[in-house]
């Protein structure tokens, strides 16, 4: 069900852009830093629509790879604190019972 709803909405979207694309062909001058040129409206839309996407992409990038690295650094610091604790229980465990190589003392009254 997800699938087929993210693909009308698509399907819509797409639709919408279309219809914006029809309207917008008027062309408009653009400048740039050595000169200028004549561009259609819609397609001076678009770049910007996909150079604001890219650019959200990078930063979401950069983003994923310092929380993957965090979450790493997390794991191993996991891993650490659970192998320290299976050593104190160890050691603790030694210290309630003793070893089979320990004297056992008799009681005084016998």
Avoid at 34 to 47: D, E, R, T, Y
Avoid at 68 to 75: A, G, H, P, S, T
């Amino acid at each position: 069900m997800k699938t087929q709803t993210a693909l009308i909405l698509g399907l819509l979207f797409a639709l919408v852009i279309a219809l914006f694309a029809v309207i917008n062909v008027d062309p408009v001058t653009v400048n740039y830093a050595f000169g200028s040129a004549q561009w259609p409206l819609i397609l001076v839309i678009l770049f910007s629509v996909l150079m604001g996407g890219l650019a959200i992409f990078m930063f979401s990038l950069f983003r994923t790879m310092a929380l993957k690295r965090q979450n790493k650094e997390l794991i191993r610091q996991n891993e650490q604190l659970k192998k320290e604790m299976d050593e104190l229980k160890v050691e603790h465990r030694e210290g309630i019972m003793p070893s089979a190589d320990s004297t056992r003392l008799a009681p005084d009254g016998d």
